[in-house]
């Protein structure tokens, strides 16, 4: 049902976007906004409840995820047509390459991107497809798409040796479509259709895979990340690929990173309680991540929200944390979550005016995000 009004909302390309409808200011909006917070809480709530183990889920899996491509609008799946894959430049440095392309991810449904990989390339390397978040790049007019805004994100896998697929999303894309047509757009009737634009992003993603788009480069294929992919659905099934890149590369700092920073992002989605057969893992990849390179910043931010978060009985420790942060801080002193997780401890902690000092730091210094993945 999601692709009989696909190209009706891909039309609008082009054309004079309407005026934003806030909710609110129409008879029955504030019942509507009633209705969708109190169904969003339910279903929050029920989030991975009865899955207890990965025995429970392994037994559901399949069922969750007919589930899910059904409400996307992608059961069955369209058929895969060809890309058309068109490189329309590249752009080469000292140590990285970059090739700018767009894609039909189905006829005339153009998706624009830039791959970026190491100028040197041998045997098999891991690749990442990142999948943009709300973030937008214009320029007199002219939309550049999201993918300029996390280009960095692309230079840093290149340099690390790994290939990665940045690509555009719907509404904020170098070819701006509409995604938010409900609540900024009043298009409610895009339900009655059974159409949701996340069905078209999540598309998007599954062509991307598509190995036309790589440049036949042989590759494992470890991750796909982004700012869309923190839903707890997406972490769950992101592990069965994590332990995969650390059974390939299992002396990779950023294999064993990023499987404890998605294992406790899928604990923080179940609750303390109810994932309190995770802390183990995320403890032991954590001082891994540690014990194969001392000098990774972010490592040690890890291992500080873990002391932190954690309650006292279960391992929780404020001056563990502390001195985590500050360690991190030694070796990256403009990494802003660092300082404002130091600020957050040192609140906790009762020590008000260094929290204070620490945050004015963020302020006056000018700090930046320091840059892992998406």
């Known amino acids: 049902m999601l692709f009989a009004v696909l190209f009706a909302a891909s039309n609008v390309v082009g054309a004079p976007r309407p005026d934003w409808i806030k909710l609110g200011d129409r008879p029955g909006d504030q019942h509507l906004a009633e209705y969708f917070k109190l169904q969003t809480a339910l279903i929050g709530d029920r989030c991975l409840n009865p899955l207890p183990d990965r025995a429970s889920w392994e037994a559901q899996r399949a069922e969750y995820r007919r589930q899910l491509m059904e409400m996307l609008g992608l059961d069955p799946l369209p058929e895969r047509t060809d890309l058309q894959v068109t490189v329309t430049g590249t752009i080469e440095t000292d140590d990285f390459v970059v090739e700018k392309l767009y894609f039909q991810s189905m006829p005339r449904l153009y998706v624009t991107g830039n791959l970026y990989r190491p100028k040197e390339l041998s045997g098999r ?27 960095h994100h692309g230079v840093r896998f290149a340099r690390l040796g790994y290939v990665c697929l940045v690509i555009d999303s719907v509404q904020l894309g170098e070819i701006e479509g509409i995604h938010h047509g409900t609540y900024r757009y009043g298009m409610w009737w895009w339900l009655n259709r059974g159409y949701t634009p996340a069905g078209v992003e999540a598309w998007f993603g599954i062509r991307a895979l598509g190995s036309d788009l790589w440049g036949g480069m042989s590759y494992v294929r470890l991750l796909v990340t982004g700012g869309f992919l923190l839903t707890a659905k997406s972490l769950a099934l992101s592990e069965a690929q994590l332990r995969r890149a650390i059974e390939l590369a299992p002396q990779s700092v950023l294999a064993h990173f990023w499987y404890a920073t998605h294992t406790g992002r899928w604990g923080q989605t179940r609750g303390v309680m109810r994932s309190l057969f995770l802390l183990p893992t995320v403890k032991e990849e954590s001082e891994t991540v540690l014990r194969l390179d001392p000098t990774f910043a972010p490592g040690y931010a890890l291992a500080a929200n873990l002391y932190y978060e954690v309650p006292a009985l279960l391992g929780g420790d404020l001056d563990r944390a502390e001195r985590m ?43 930046t995000r320091l840059v892992v993945a998406g």
């Open 125 to 151: 390397v891991p690749a990442i497809l990142y999948v943009c978040g709300h973030a937008g790049v214009r320029k007199e007019g002219i939309s550049y798409g999201n993918k300029c805004a996390y280009q």
């Open 325 to 367: 942060f500050r360690k991190g801080l030694e070796l990256a002193p403009r990494f802003t979550a660092m300082r404002v997780g130091l600020a957050k401890t040192l609140i906790r902690k009762g020590q008000l005016a260094e929290a204070r000092k620490e945050l004015q730091a963020v302020l006056d210094k000018g700090q």
